[in-house]
Nanobody
Framework: QVQLVESGGGLVQAGDSLRLSCAAS????????MGWFRQAPGKERELVAT????????YYRDSVKGRFTISRDNMKNMVYLQMNSLKAEDTAIYYC?????????????????WGQGTQVTVSS
């Protein structure tokens, strides 16, 4: 199995950028499809972006397209979420997740391992 630890969250102003990192340990991250989810207070956890094992295919929810970029470095056992032009509505706890399935995975039930989350707060 794999252990995931997120970092890089913080308090920023609208329009700023942040890069979230997800460090994997245990089994190599190359065995997993990876996703970033977020959960705002009082809301369901939602998929932000996902990337397949090779990194050659990605998916983004509409509200972050053109602003966020998911990437992975399998050699370093890392997954990233570059977030630009942040908005107040991006405020949430962001979670890294790993799926043992193949292809893009859109539902949180398709992910097998989760990190503890990192808080992102965007002030307007």
């Amino acid at each position: 199995q794999v252990q995931l630890v997120e970092s890089g969250g913080g308090l920023v102003q609208a329009g700023d950028s942040l890069r979230l990192s997800c460090a994997a340990s245990g089994r190599t991250v190359s065995f997993y499809g990876m996703g970033w989810f977020r959960q705002a207070p009082g809301k369901e956890r939602e998929l932000v972006a996902t990337i397949i094992r090779s990194g050659q295919n990605t998916y983004y929810r509409d509200s972050v397209k053109g602003r966020f970029t998911i990437s992975r470095d399998n050699m370093k056992n890392m997954v990233y979420l570059q977030m630009n032009s942040l908005k107040a509505e991006d405020t949430a706890i962001y979670y890294c997740a790993a799926s043992t399935g193949y292809g893009l995975k859109f539902s949180r039930t398709e992910y097998d391992y989760w990190g503890q989350g990192t808080q992102v707060t965007v002030s307007s």
